[in-house]
């Protein structure tokens, strides 16, 4: 699968201007050597690695519908606000990264470590065992 | 527990693990390998593009997972009363809830000379490292079968180098499921790159170095790789009561007839809310989408299956992505050029369209499963407002 040249991408840890954010598509760039995507939801801004966890589909040419990206190569789909991998062939999250906000202006900065769980959860189930 | 420790036993397992389940999962597999991503036996990891390494499912396994996994074990019986297992070897294994994924067997040849050892099915990693081997040592490879599985082994052979036959017993294979425009598209892909085709043809018979076929033909060969199909495993459903219907009759939260017993993958046909048909299908993602549902719903979860079936094929640099679908069309609306590998095809019947496959296009491919889900839902809504006028119109 061709990519576009590393050394083309934007650095999104030097910011990205909000104007750029507007149109609702994820964009495209690199945190140090990792490609990620940041993306604007109406309310706040969320980034997520830029590679399907399946088999490395590039998700910058996906489809973004209802907060989720689909990979275009077998369609696993990811949650863009929390990473989770929200159907196979994908299940491991897209890591996270922080989004700081100065002077229109949005700037990503390190991965959060914390894994995010499926949508679905066992505490709200009712479960009789 | 879960029977079955492929596409849909691994999503399963995860699926209740990561769900919050802190209790016990137990997976049953009868193949000898922990859960591996199996499309990648016929493409990738037989044209010696990908090792070993790229083959686990997930990136954490079973056992990271917190999972019971024990390979190699068959189950003789189900106790659906009792809820108990009986393993082969004398052992047995109690169950709250069940999983059936048991996947498929591979259809056996049965011409004079199946049981030569140059002839290989493919339908386990044990298989694929056999032929690979096999591979190694052989230069004129004969692959029978028109399946997506003997055709996508065939091109990742042959760009190996080596001289590589098909026979198939089709005339236009894969033309029941993607028409005959992209069937004729992937056998010039298949004859562009060298691979001799043998169309509406079988085997008489096979000898230690050559292939006959029904019309006298004779095919010089030192391994023959048979994909013709495959056969549900649901043996131990059927001896333990469950309802059968070329496969195991599910509803559409997964559930078989007997309670506390799931099905999910190649063996489970479920009522398909886009088709209005109980549908079975043998594809990857739908196993695995299954597997998770299914695994949410023995925790008490209730979802319904209404995943949009998919698959995508790959032969040399050509690939075919599909979605919905068709068991039989009388429309097929075509845009672009399917000799330029820039397609989008339809298939409808008596108008509606039931499924979409692509060549190059592949974000249409995801819009036409996104626009499947968003009709059903258009549906539903306009069958609840019948329903709810009826209603009305009966009080007065």
Redesign the interface.
Known sequence: MPRAHESDLPDLSRGTSFDLLKDNRPRLGLVGEERVLLWWDGARACAVAADC?HLGGPLA???V?EGKI?C????ACFDLRTGAAH???A??PLKRYEVRFENDTFFVGQSITSVP??G????T????? | VIVGGG?AGY?AA??IR????A?DISVFSADRDAPYDRTLLTKDYLDGHFGDDRLP????GLEELGVSLQLGINVDALDAHDHVLRLTGGGIQRF??LLLATGADPHKPDFPGADLPHVKCLRSLEDCRQIISAVKRASRVVVLGGSFISLEAAASIRSRGLTVDVISPEPHPLSKIVGRALSELVVQTHRDKGVQLHLGHKIAKVTTNMVTLDDGNVLECDLLVVGIGVEPRVELAKEAGLALDRGVVVDSQLRTSLPDIYAAGDIARWPDPHTNEAIRVEH??VA??Q??IAG?NM???A?TFE?VP?F?TKHFDLAI?Y?GHAQEWDEERCEGSVAERDVIIRYLKAGRELAVATVGR??Q???A??EMMRRLAERRRACSAKLAANQHSSFR
């Open positions: 966890t040419d996906g489809l519908a689909h275009p190569w077998h369609h159907a196979a062939p299940f491991e769980n499926p679905w959860r066992l505490g189930m009712p479960i009789q065992l | 596409a999503a995860h699926a990561t769900s919050g389940w209790g499912i997930a990136h954490r709250s809830k990857w993602v695995e989408r597997g998770a949410a925790l008490g979860a979802t995943m998919f995508w992505r979605v592949d974000l491919s995801i819009q499963e996104q």
